[in-house]
Every structure is written in structure tokens, then in C-alpha cells.
């Protein structure tokens, strides 16, 4: 999944991978739990040199989505995670996969994501 570096993001990517809490009846059904999180990631502003203008400071509504996030028991038994949504929080802003045109309009294709597949670079 490429998906944003933000609560929203990572919630989307737990709704695809464990299917929805709200529709919990439904979610063996609808998950995809070979699902993997391509997106960006808080440490990619400094690894794919970023500029400050990509900088979303985080609100207090993703502070605590983000807390809440870090409960999910999919996500609080994974240290990967836990860092990811740590170092998030610690930047105190978020990032949109958007954020990588910044580079290049082709770097997202041709660059970012074959590189996180042939690293095998994901969260899980």
C-alpha cells in the first residue's frame, strides 16, 4: 500500500490489512492480510532529502489518532511500528506521499517504490 505519513494513512492501511473495527462481522471477509505499507515513512523526509515546504505539521486530532493508532493490537505488538508512529510524533509533522514530486513528477514510479520492493523496505 502507498499510502500517506500520517494517522489517516497508517489507518488505512490497518483497515485493509485487518478490515474494519466498525464492521468487525466483516472483516476476515474484506482484509487483506498479505497487505504490506509501502508508504512513506517519517524517516523518508531525511532519506529521500525532502525539503521543509513538504513538512505538514501535526494537529491535535492526528496527535491523538495517532495515539490511539499506536493501541490498535496489530500495531502495539509490532516495535517497527511503534517506532514509525514514535518518530512521527517526535517530528511533530507528517508527510503526503505528494511530498516525493517534490523530487521528481517520475520518482515515485521509477525510483521510490522499486526501491522499497527490491530493499523489501516495508512496515508489515
Request: charge should be neutral; hydrophobic fraction near 35%.
Amino acid at each position: 500500500c502507498l499510502l500517506d505519513n500520517d494517522p489517516w494513512g497508517y489507518y488505512i492501511y490497518s483497515v485493509i490489512k485487518q478490515g474494519s473495527i466498525n464492521l468487525a462481522y466483516e472483516s476476515r471477509r474484506m482484509a487483506i492480510p498479505a497487505a504490506r505499507f509501502l508508504g512513506l515513512r517519517s524517516n523518508d523526509y531525511e532519506r529521500c532529502q525532502l525539503t521543509p515546504s513538504v513538512q505538514i505539521k501535526l494537529n491535535d486530532q492526528d496527535i491523538k489518532r495517532a495515539r490511539q493508532i499506536a493501541q490498535y493490537p496489530w500495531f502495539a505488538n509490532k516495535k517497527p511500528w511503534q517506532k514509525e508512529l514514535d518518530l512521527m510524533l517526535k517530528n511533530g509533522f507528517k508527510l503526503e506521499v505528494e511530498a516525493l514530486i517534490s523530487k521528481d513528477v517520475s520518482y515515485v514510479t521509477e525510483e521510490y517504490v522499486p526501491a522499497r520492493l527490491e530493499e523489501g523496505n516495508f512496515l508489515d
